[in-house]
């Protein structure tokens, strides 16, 4: 099955996390530390990524390291649970929409990255 939201640039999504996350008086700093956590990117790739336009599909696809503990991501977004999606890359799209929403609500940040206590 094929969703046109893969199609679409990671770049054309991108400043809608960051502005999702100012309004609730978060930063760009918590966005980018999201994506790296979850994808392996660094700033440097991260740039490069933005700036190619790659679609959402080729971003998760060229992630350096896609952080094992994203299966401790539950809950739901767009009225789905995440941990119930089948198809993997949308499954992987939600993880990133759900950890925005945590942070969006003011969820400290060692607990969207899931960090041990």
Do not use: Q
């Not at 660094?42 to 336009?53: F, I, M, R, S």
Request: proline share 3%; aromatic share 8%.
């Amino acid at each position: 099955m094929t969703h046109r939201v893969y199609r679409m640039s990671f770049a054309s999504v991108y400043p809608l996390y960051v502005a999702k996350a100012e309004r609730k008086g978060r930063t760009k700093a918590e966005v980018d530390e999201i994506i790296f956590w979850l994808t392996g990117y660094d700033g440097k790739v991260l740039a490069e990524a933005l700036n190619d336009k790659r679609d959402i599909e080729a971003f998760i696809a060229s992630a350096p390291r896609l952080n094992p503990d994203r299966a401790l991501i539950k809950g739901v977004v767009c009225g789905v649970r995440v941990e119930e999606v089948e198809e993997d890359l949308m499954r992987e799209i939600r993880y990133l929409d759900k950890l925005i929403d945590e942070l969006a609500r003011g969820k400290a940040m060692e607990k969207i990255l899931r960090t041990p206590v």
